[in-house]
Each structure stands twice: as structure tokens, then as C-alpha cells.
């Protein structure tokens, strides 16, 4: 039996997968023969998430087709050899190789969640997240096994540590919220400063569209925030997995999780006073913002070389002193580059040459639009209970002509700021391109194109 602490975590092999390969397209660049998609760099934001705030990360099994039946095995690396000896050497993740869970019990949550669907008739299905206010529908294909793999993790490692990191296991939690009772909590520490980050770029980035009720480009409401500041700091592409533990090892971000660890102790104790030390802190956390406008910060790495002695101060006071630099340096980016875009005289050629510079040539405003909506989805069934969200499941798929792990996924959405983007997206594929052809417009739709 696994011995968890208080910022351990576990993610689903294919999440694993799906993120390092997503690194290793971006290291090879143009010398790759793969692809990535909109939905594969949220993975990757959400995995960059997960590394930097938690420390020890274990990795279930992972879906592949022997014959023609689906079987598990342990997940693999995707990215560069250079990478992979950077991971092996730093020892974050572990597989989780002996398995020691109720498997009726666990069978048996999954059969209350995908029902009406018998995996025995459809080892594919789609689970369908349909926003009535927001006119939004997000339709993603899962694997039996990837259901199997969740409910896996959370028996055996809690609900708490469990870290959906693909836009499925997302939808996964919420279609799982209202068919099965949980009674613990269904997040950790670990989780609440990604997601306090994410709350001030989204907060603020819905400042600079204001104007588009005028007419003017939607800038992404929610861009990869920590994809972004790790694309940055790379000196080339073949350091990406360099630069991502080279900030998970900074004095600020040790400091932080040393601050984290500080408050579990705290709040695990028998001392009312040290109890309420934690709750305020974490109160603080919950609601923290960088007194400094983020745009306008100083982003260099030296904001990471801040270090406080966590166990003498005071677990409230101590928040500022370490949240700060982190929430500016990892959030200045992004925000920063598209604060300029504020302006009522907003040039939609920059905005494109901000994606391009930052994300490159394949993505394009739609596809920002997608990335913001998937890493929208809450991360844990506490979440999930306020959202005003319909799901439905069945067997089958979404594209037949896939292949059969590929899992797409499919948005819709109403939304005129949305549709103006992908319409000016549309165009600009009809003037470079010379003829299009039907695999050209079903690429389009892949990448959330129905919009209607």
C-alpha cells in the first residue's frame, strides 16, 4: 500500500502520455513528423500544473489494443531521450505498479457512471457536456479502461489526490459527481494555487474584452498559462523539460510547496489556534492576488530566488511573501503579451502574430478559444456541483475513421465572439489554400470547428 503525503498526487497513464508527448513534438519542432492539437497543449498545461505544485506523482496503467481488444500496460514517456533522462534522474513520477483495490467496487462505479453503456458491447464511448446558458456542447470519446484507470487511482489513492489532467477525465468527474456518492474531499492543497492563478489571468483577461461587443477579435479568456511562461524560458524547444524542473526547483516554488506542507501540518494537528492559522491561510490562498498589476511586473527568473523561512513566520503573513512572485512570474507572460490588446484599436494581425510567436503556426484564434474552454472544466467534483452542466453518455464514437485510442474530442458553441473567430480563421484557410478538400474541412471541425 502506497504511503501518501500531503502533496502527493496521481494522474491516469494516458494523461502521462498525451502531456510528455506533447513536449516532444514541441522539442523536435520542425524536424518532427508528428502532430499536436489544441486539446494536447491544455494536457500539457494542466501537466505543467501538476509538476510544479505537488511532490511525488504517481502513474496508473494505460490503454493499448493487443489484437483486437484493449488491454493495460505501463505508460510511456512521449517525449525526447534527452527529456526522459531528465525525468528518470529527477524521480517525480513513479508507476503504479501493484494494484491493491476492491475491483467489484470499482467495476461497479464505473458501470453507475457511463450508464446506459455495457462495456462489454462498447469498450468506446462519448461522454456529452452541454452548457444550456452558455449555448456550449463538449463531446469527448474515452476508452472503457481510461474509467477503469480513474476509479483505480481514487480507491486506491483517494479522491483528493486524483489530478485529471486530459479534457475527458474532466468530464469524466463531472458526469461521476451526480451518480456517485463521495463522501471526502475531492481536492488538495496542491490544487488551490493553479487554480487562483488561473482565476486572476481569467478575471483579468475578461477586462480586455470589453470591447468585443464592438465588433473586435476575443482574446483567449483562459490561455495556458504555464505553457506559455515555460515556452518562454526555453532557450530552444529541445529544453523544455530542462526549463520545467528548473523552475519546480527554484527557492520560490520549494519555499511554496515547503509553505503547503507547513499548512497540512497545521490543520492536522490537535491545536485549535494552529487550526485556525491553517484555515486563514488557506482562506488567503483562496482569495490572493498580486498587488502589483501582473502586466506590468518584472518576469525574470529572479522572482524565483526569493527565499523565506516558512516554519518561524506566520502561515497568513508568509502567503504573500511566497504567492507573489510565483503568481507574477508565472502569469506576467501571457497576460502581458496580450494586455496590448486592450486597446479599441486593436489590430487582429497582431493578435494572430502573438499566437504564432508563442504557440506556433498551427494555432490559430479558434483553436486559443478551444484551449481556453477545455482548461475551464472544473477539476474535482466539488466544482462540478455548481456548474450548470447536462451530461449524457454513449456508446460508440465520435469519429469512426480515427484511430482507436486517439480519444477526440468535439466542441460546439454559439457563442458570436467564438463563431467570429473561427469564421475569420475559415477565411483565412480559404485564401492559402488553392483548393479545399474534404479532409482539409473535417481537420477544421477536429479542432472545434462546428461552431455554428
Not at 479522491?159 to 475531492?186: C, D, I, M, N, W
Not at 502589483?292 to 497568513?316: N, Q, Y
Not at 456541483?385 to 468535439?410: H, I, K, M, Y
Request: with cysteine.
Amino acid at each position: 500500500m502506497y504511503s501518501m503525503q500531503p502533496l502527493d498526487a496521481v494522474m491516469t497513464g494516458y494523461a502521462y502520455e498525451n502531456a510528455t508527448t506533447t513536449i516532444g513534438v514541441l522539442e523536435e519542432g520542425r524536424d518532427t513528423e508528428r502532430w499536436i492539437s489544441a486539446s494536447m497543449l491544455a494536457t500539457l498545461d494542466n501537466f505543467i500544473k501538476v509538476i510544479l505544485f505537488n511532490e511525488r506523482i504517481f502513474v496508473t496503467g494505460c490503454a493499448y489494443l493487443e489484437g483486437n481488444y484493449f488491454a493495460a500496460r505501463d505508460a510511456v514517456c512521449g517525449a525526447t531521450k534527452a527529456s526522459r533522462d531528465l525525468l528518470d534522474k529527477a524521480q517525480i513520477f513513479s508507476s503504479v505498479t501493484k494494484i491493491e483495490v476492491d475491483a467489484a467496487a470499482v467495476n461497479n462505479r464505473v458501470v453507475q457512471t457511463i450508464t446506459p453503456v455495457a462495456m462489454q458491447t462498447h469498450p468506446l464511448f462519448i461522454i456529452r457536456c452541454v452548457y444550456p446558458n452558455n449555448t456550449l456542447t463538449i463531446s469527448h470519446e474515452m476508452v472503457y479502461l481510461d474509467a477503469i484507470f480513474i476509479e483505480q487511482a481514487i480507491d486506491q489513492f483517494g479522491a483528493q489526490s486524483f489530478k485529471p489532467v486530459f479534457a475527458a477525465e474532466h468530464l469524466y468527474l463531472g458526469v461521476r459527481r451526480g451518480r456517485v456518492p463521495t463522501p471526502q474531499a475531492t481536492y488538495s492543497m496542491s490544487d488551490i494555487p493553479g487554480r487562483r492563478l488561473r482565476a486572476v489571468i481569467r478575471a483579468r483577461m475578461g477586462k480586455l474584452n470589453s470591447f468585443v461587443g464592438q465588433g473586435l477579435p476575443m482574446l483567449p479568456e483562459l490561455p495556458p498559462v504555464f505553457a506559455t511562461r515555460v515556452l518562454n524560458d526555453s532557450a530552444n524547444r529541445r529544453d523544455l523539460m530542462r526549463t520545467i524542473l528548473e523552475i519546480r526547483n527554484s527557492a520560490a516554488m520549494k519555499n511554496f510547496r515547503k509553505w503547503m506542507v507547513r499548512c497540512w501540518d497545521l490543520a492536522n494537528g490537535t491545536d485549535t489556534k494552529d487550526r485556525a492559522k491553517a484555515a486563514d491561510a488557506l482562506q488567503k490562498l483562496n482569495e490572493f492576488s498580486p498587488e502589483d498589476d501582473i502586466s506590468e511586473a518584472e518576469f525574470g527568473t529572479g522572482l524565483l530566488k526569493i527565499v523565506v523561512d516558512v516554519l518561524k513566520g506566520d502561515p497568513v503573513g508568509v502567503i504573500s511573501e511566497v504567492a507573489s512572485p510565483i503568481m507574477k512570474y508565472i502569469g506576467g507572460i501571457p497576460f502581458s503579451g496580450l494586455r496590448q490588446f486592450s486597446s479599441s484599436h486593436v489590430d487582429p494581425k497582431k493578435l494572430d502574430r502573438f499566437l504564432s510567436d508563442n504557440f506556433g503556426d498551427k494555432l490559430n484564434r479558434q483553436e486559443m478559444d478551444f484551449i481556453a474552454i477545455l482548461l475551464k472544466l472544473p477539476e474535482d467534483l466539488t466544482e462540478w456541483a455548481r456548474e450548470e452542466a447536462v451530461f449524457t453518455v454513449q456508446g460508440g464514437r465520435l469519429d469512426a475513421a480515427a484511430p482507436a485510442l486517439s480519444r477526440p474530442c468535439f466542441i460546439q458553441v454559439e457563442n458570436p465572439a467564438h463563431v467570429s473567430n473561427a469564421e475569420r480563421d475559415f477565411e483565412d484557410l480559404l485564401k492559402r489554400a488553392e483548393r479545399v478538400t474534404p479532409e482539409m474541412l473535417r481537420e477544421w471541425e477536429r479542432g472545434g470547428g462546428q461552431a455554428s
